[in-house]
Structures are given as C-alpha cells and as structure tokens.
C-alpha cells in the first residue's frame, strides 16, 4: 500500500522549532518530487515547500523564506521540513505530498499525487 506518514508535530512557543518528518511506504520516494503544505482554519491549504526527487532543486513560499528548511534523504524514503523561528501565524495542520516528477518541483496543490494525513503544529505561548 502507498503511503506517506507525517510526524514531528505538536506544540511550540513563539520563535522555537520543530521538525517535521514524512516517511513513505510501499514506493521509492527518489523518484518523486515532495511538497510540503500547510492549512489554517477558515484558510486555503498553501503550498509551503517543495524539493526536486534529487534534492537538488527546492523552492519555498515567502511567508516562511529563511525560516524553514525542506531536505531529504532518499536512503531512508524520508523528506523533512526543519521550523525555526516559528510564529503563531505558522499554526496549521501540515501535510506532506509526493508526485512522479523528473528534476523540478512545483508547490502547485492539484499536481500532487499522494497525500499524507497530516500533523498539527500550534505555535503559542
């Protein structure tokens, strides 16, 4: 069975971290691009983060540039997004997606082929 599990969530105060983890099974993630997306209450589920199937391309959303960090290591079929400096606006539930795509990534919500079930961060003091 495909599937890609999210973990490392929970709560945090202002300007401290975490580090989520999105761990697949049942595929080979190397072949395939990773998004990591995050929704709020009320709000559309943004495309926050995304790395190429190499890890050699990223791209990342402005509201958290410099902030967080999207990796892989294609050897364990895991990516990973590290949270610093985090704000309470950055509170959401977060998902992980893995879509079969050659040297690029996209954020682009529709393209992404498996979901994982997400993890909630709160960020609050």
């Known amino acids: 069975q495909l599937q890609l599990v999210e973990s490392g969530g929970g709560l945090v105060p202002p300007g401290g971290s975490l580090r989520l983890s999105c761990a697949a099974s049942?595929?080979?993630?190397?072949?395939?691009?990773i998004g990591w997306f995050r929704q709020a209450p009320g709000k559309e589920r943004e495309g926050i983060a995304c790395?190429?199937?190499?890890?050699?391309?990223?791209t990342t959303a402005n509201s958290v540039k410099g902030r967080f960090t999207i990796s892989r290591d294609n050897a364990k079929n895991t990516a990973y997004l590290q949270m610093n400096s985090l704000k309470p606006e950055d509170t959401a539930v977060y998902y992980c997606?893995?879509?079969?795509?050659?040297?690029?990534?996209?954020?682009?919500?529709?393209?992404?082929?498996?979901w994982g079930q997400g993890t909630q961060v709160t960020v609050s003091s």
């Open positions: 049942g595929f080979t993630l190397g072949y395939y691009a």
């Open positions: 997606a893995a879509v079969e795509m050659p040297r690029i990534c996209l954020r682009t919500r529709g393209i992404y082929t498996y």
């Open positions: 790395i190429s199937s190499s890890g050699s391309n990223t």
